[in-house]
Nanobody
Framework: QVQLVESGGGLVQAGGSLRLSCAAS????????MGWFRQAPGKEREFVAV???????IYTDSVKGRFTISRDNAKNTVYLQMNSLKSEDTAVYYC????????????????WGQGTQVTVSS
């Protein structure tokens, strides 16, 4: 069982930056692939980025070059550094975890956090 707690969301102006954190419980964090997803009002939850257990990263096209996902296994934490934020990045951001194969599909993830709100004002 893995419990995930996100933090770091907030209100920021367009062009600004935020860093999201996701703290995980459990002793096997290093074996999990960790993903970030987001859900805007009235839209489906969508993939943002994933970092594999061996630190391979994948990003959705709309955030490439602006967002960076990283992990610190000693702290059981995964991060999402978000730069050059745009109004279309406004959403609730969720952290998710799964073992074995890396995937960008939300239905493949077993564990989810409660989400943190990111609002970008234009």
């Amino acid at each position: 069982q893995v419990q995930l707690v996100e933090s770091g969301g907030g209100l920021v102006q367009a062009g600004g930056s935020l860093r999201l954190s996701c703290a995980a419980s459990g002793r096997t964090f290093s074996s999990y692939n960790m993903g970030w997803f987001r859900q805007a009002p009235g839209k489906e939850r969508e993939f943002v980025a994933v970092i594999s257990w061996n630190s391979v990263t994948i990003y959705t096209d709309s955030v490439k070059g602006r967002f960076t996902i990283s992990r610190d296994n000693a702290k059981n934490t995964v991060y999402l550094q978000m730069n050059s934020l745009k109004s279309e990045d406004t959403a609730v951001y969720y952290c998710a975890a799964r073992q074995y194969a890396v995937t960008t599909r939300k239905n493949d993830y077993n564990y989810w956090g409660q989400g943190t709100q990111v609002t970008v004002s234009s």
